[in-house]
């Protein structure tokens, strides 16, 4: 899924891979995640794959685990170098 944003209810599941500017996280996430400006994982939130991000917020009780790093990090070294 590519779109502007995602958000994901309490009692909200979702499984697969999206690319969004900002991702609102109450419920559950599996999969592969890229959330450009901002990734947000409320104290109900539940995540867990390969996330990339641009900012991150996770309040006490959210919960991240896989493969989490900055969207920088998704970019090549080769890449990276030529963009600076």
Known sequence: MVSRAIQI??????????DVE???IRGHF????????????HASGRV?????YGKILVQEG?????DIGTVNE?????????KI
């Open 9 to 18: 209810a309490e009692t909200g599941a979702f499984n697969g891979k999206v």
């Open 22 to 24: 900002v991702a609102e």
């Open 30 to 41: 599996q999969g592969e995640m890229t959330a450009r400006k901002r990734l947000v994982v």
């Open 48 to 52: 867990s794959g390969k996330i990339r």
């Open 62 to 66: 959210g919960e991240m685990s896989g």
């Open 74 to 82: 998704s970019v090549p070294m080769a890449l990276a170098a030529t």
